[in-house]
């Protein structure tokens, strides 16, 4: 017959959104007391599902009393003032979502 034909099909495909990362305080000391000057240790778990492993500079550590006490997911500090803190980690991905974890800790004089 000779007959030819020509047929097109399209497909939208999106890219899934962006997750947000995750953070979690791995080091268990909630409500725990440490006198000033001692040395604590603070170890993060985080992950992004979007991408590869994120910086030390995407991990930040505050107290509620003294501010940002530093960056990564491991930080030892033995400069937190005398008082009742709340520690907030903070983790951002690229894309500028975030995740946050907090624990309570009290210093004693």
């Known amino acids: ?37 001692e040395e604590i240790a603070f170890l993060a778990a985080v992950d992004d599902p979007d991408g590869p ?24 500090t033995s400069t937190l003032s005398a008082g009742a803190h709340v520690i907030t980690l903070t983790v951002t991905d690229p894309q500028s979502l975030t995740d946050i974890a907090t624990v309570a800790i009290s210093i004693t004089p």
Request: hydrophobic share 35%; aromatic share 4%; glycine share 12%.
């Open 1 to 37: 017959h000779g007959d030819t034909g020509n047929s097109t099909v399209s497909e939208n495909i999106q890219a899934a959104p962006a997750q947000p990362p995750s953070a979690e305080i791995v080091t268990r000391m909630n409500r725990a007391s440490f006198a000033a000057g």
């Open 53 to 76: 492993e994120l910086p030390d500079s995407a991990t930040v550590w505050s107290s509620d009393i003294d501010g940002v006490i530093g960056t990564g997911r491991q930080l030892g």
